[in-house]
């Protein structure tokens, strides 16, 4: 049986993997504590924020297929918010939203049914692989202090588009597209309050201004205690990613508050992440990378557009691709 390693356990990296693994010995290794990548939740002792992607529309027949066990499952469903426009300060529009088309979230928690996926893989957590190097037809590879992980016939690649350009060998063929992908960093401010704060809306779409996004994360399905979640716009993001968290979250606090007409800072709960990668413009030349010589692949949202659906249609376009050799 063909051995396999996806680096990345995040929608793209678990699809991949359960894809592949009927016909592969899959390992799946993953930087962080819990499968999700930037379909993230952190959580603080009486709240959770989902600080990555905040929802997910199905705009394909194959997304939708996907979606439909998870949801009798538990592990998704739908999120009726009161949706909202500002410009700047300035409400402009209040709607509902409802189901055309439904806005999706995983529950309990958005990473939740990334986590469901990967429950039936060999997954290896807090790994970072850090190098890849090919020995006698095989990739063989290292983490970050150097330690041997193991040896592979074939590697995919699922990270963020420049921390996969990064790990791959320089004669890997689409070395160089991945390269020239420009992913785009982003702020999130997390905000727990012991009480609820009235506000017009549980979802708000925010333009001209430096925030680009703010929401209620409580009023998600099978959520408790009111917090809210605030995203900084791609390009403030991007002229500051090297400034002083705690600098950046002192704006974050004067943006939202300027915009909510409160002062947010009085919130019980405050954390601030930093995402350096966070979504992509769009791409139109292919779903996923392929070196068939070298036997390695990528694939990820990033190489359609920064969606949801993109990571899992990647995933699986490649995974379809990758059947007929393996």
Known sequence: MTDVAVIGAGLAGCTAARQLSEIAKIKVYEKSER??????????????????????????????DFLTPL?????????????????????????????????????????????R?????????????????????RWVLFDTQGNLLGDYDWIILTAPAPQTHN???NEISF???????????????????????????????VKNANVSWISVNSSKPNRKNFSMLVHSTNRWAEHNMNTDLAEVQGKLFEFT???????????????TKRWRFANSV???????????????????DWCMRGRIEAAFLSAK????ELLKDL
Not at 95 to 105: D, F, R, Y
Not at 119 to 131: K, S, Y
Not at 287 to 293: G, I, M, V
């Open 35 to 64: 499968s999700g990548g930037r379909i993230a939740t952190r959580f603080s002792c009486v709240h959770q924020f989902d600080h990555g992607a905040q929802f997910f529309t199905a705009r394909s027949s194959e997304f939708e």
């Open 71 to 115: 949801v009798d499952l538990g592990c998704v469903a739908r999120w009726d918010g009161r949706f909202a426009e500002y410009d700047g300060a300035q409400l402009v529009r209040q709607t509902e939203w409802g189901s055309s088309p439904p806005h999706w979230v995983g529950t309990p928690t958005m990473s939740g049914f990334v986590e």
């Open 117 to 137: 996926l990967s429950d039936d893989l060999d997954c290896v957590f807090n790994v970072e692989v850090a190098r890849a190097e090919k020995e006698k037809d």
């Open 167 to 169: 790990l791959l060998p």
């Open 175 to 205: 070395k160089s597209q991945v390269g020239l992908i420009k992913m785009l960093g982003c702020y999130s401010l997390m905000l727990g309050y012991q009480r609820a704060v009235n506000l017009p809306f549980d979802a708000a779409l």
């Open 257 to 271: 508050s300027e915009i909510l007409g409160f002062n947010v800072k009085s919130a019980d709960y405050v954390e």
């Open 282 to 300: 769009r791409q139109t030349d292919q779903p996923f990378f392929l070196d068939r010589d070298n036997q390695v692949a990528s694939c990820g």
């Open 317 to 320: 376009k490649l995974a379809v």
